[in-house]
């Protein structure tokens, strides 16, 4: 009688424990990729009216979704330097 008891226990806490480290090994759900405005192209978008080499990548990225390292090495690409330190900033 006891030995059965404390088998159905023994049993039990063993299937909680195997159970909390099972929960502890599987990965994380990935979490849903939330688009966020880049500052970068905000900035952009103010200057192409009144620079001549942001008004360049200004029309070049239109209808194009780039990061902010895709953004910097296309100013890169056309060694506009001075509009890099300004969309950076």
Do not use: C, Y
Not at 45 to 69: F, G, S, Y
């Amino acid at each position: 009688m006891i030995g059965d008891n404390l088998a159905k226990k023994t049993k039990k806490a063993v299937k909680k424990a195997v159970k909390k480290v099972v929960e502890v090994l599987k990965p994380p759900a990935p979490k849903p990729e939330v688009p966020k405005e880049s500052m970068m192209i905000k900035r952009l978008e103010e200057l192409h009216m009144l620079r001549e080499d942001a008004a360049v990548i200004w029309k070049e990225i239109q209808d194009k979704d780039l990061t902010d390292e895709d953004l910097t090495e296309l100013i890169r690409q056309h060694n506009f330097g001075n509009l890099l330190g300004k969309v950076s900033q």
